[in-house]
């Protein structure tokens, strides 16, 4: 039984549930309290929970007893002094009502192959379940992971190093900091290539986040652990005094929350530009947060890159204190919100604050693009095209032309635009010069090599979707 095997049957154990009345979430934070003291059990560290509150403790009981034992287990290690098990229980309660579903939870999760699922990586196993998670609509999870091809490819693009301190402000369920700690790993051969205090470090000083809701830091304490990760992890409010007290970052990574604060709950007083605007709080945040050199990559409503106002104020100051290099216009539908239009900033903070940004390059990777969803699954592959022309580009070998304040350039999805030219667009970076061959406005007739790529951005977006199928139809056999 293999990874997704065993995430196919946890998820199938939801509809046990469903008479109970508990919804995909709520069934998600039951199985991770569950998960918990199995994998504590599975990989040898149950000297951490305390005597008498452990897997097998729970699993030796049955019906009413069974079901009142693990009401009080929660809460007792809920009360924990300190420490990783106190911060996943805190404040935990059931929503378990009758005995027979605790007792089928329990009997099921026992029965799982957790040879496989410890030579696969477990893991791997619990980020493929909270993916299942955030792919039912119905659980409204979405807005807490940012999909995996995705955080791939930021990854790749900024490339964190060893030594490195590395931050999410809005940690969501630690996609940006897993795959950053395994994209380290990867190149250092499991932290072996690197000395004593280097890899002590790794393990437990160069991962900072934050995150608000109570559930989703559940869900994200459970899946760092289970990659073998330890850090600075907070529970508190990035726009309030978790923000201010988190240390100067090399890197950040991140997807902050859409939408606006409400009722004044933005406390930081070390904002030049106040504003209700939650995306623009979080975007001073993080390239204020960088130190001279830093290295951000952020997902970012459209909102973000026009809004005037404090919006112009704001993104002046970005592209002063930091080089904004580059911008990727992300395809619509690949979050739970299906209008919502999104982009990805890249930006590196310079040694002054003034003068940062010369030019900005945008990668349109929405226009002309397939519709995404259960049939056509966003993969690593439709990031690939971009990631070469990030690498040419961070490389000084990129040949395209350059776009100035006359209009001049090519037609590719990746096109260069001047600091003069997005000043004389009053700093608007919504910037696009694609036609979408579905618009029903009139245009005038394109030359013949406008023509030439729109052709080749249909065939490529046509080769991209037999691609993502055919890579479905190979994992599903």
Known sequence: MNTQEIVAKLWSMCHVLRDDGITYQAYVTELTYLLFLKMMKETGRESGLPEGYRWDDLRSREGVEQLNFYRELLVHLGTQPTGRVQAIFNNAN????????????????????????????LGDLYEGL?????????????????PRPLIECMVHCVKPQPGEVIQDPAAGTGGFLTHADRYIKANTDDLFDLDEDEQHFQRHDAFHAVELVDDTQRLFLMNVMLHGMDGNFVSGDTMGSAGQELPAADVILSNPPFGTKKGGGITRDDFTYPTSNKQLCFLQHIYRGLKPGGRAAVVLPDNVLFEEGVGNKIRADLMD????????????????AQGVKTNVLFFTRGKSDTGNTKKTWVYDLRTNMPSFGVRTPLTVRHFQEFEKCYGKKADGTSKRTERTSEGQGDESRFRVFTRE??????????????????????????????????????????????????ELLETQN
Request: charged share 30%.
């Open 94 to 121: 059931s929503s378990l009502k009758k005995p027979k579903n605790l007792l089928k939870l329990v009997t099921d999760i026992d029965a799982l192959d957790w040879y496989c699922a410890r030579t696969e990586g």
């Open 130 to 146: 909270l993916e299942k998670n955030a792919s039912e609509k119905k659980s409204g999870a979405g807005q807490y992971f940012t």
């Open 321 to 336: 204190k930091c080089n904004l290099h580059t911008i990727l216009r992300l395809p619509t539908g690949i979050f739970y």
């Open 421 to 470: 030219f997005v000043s004389s667009r009053g700093d608007n970076l919504d910037i696009s010069w694609l036609k979408d061959e579905d618009s029903n406005g009139s245009h005038e007739l394109a030359e013949p090599d406008e023509i030439a790529a729109l052709i080749r951005e249909k065939l490529r977006g046509a080769l991209a979707e037999i691609d993502a199928l055919t």
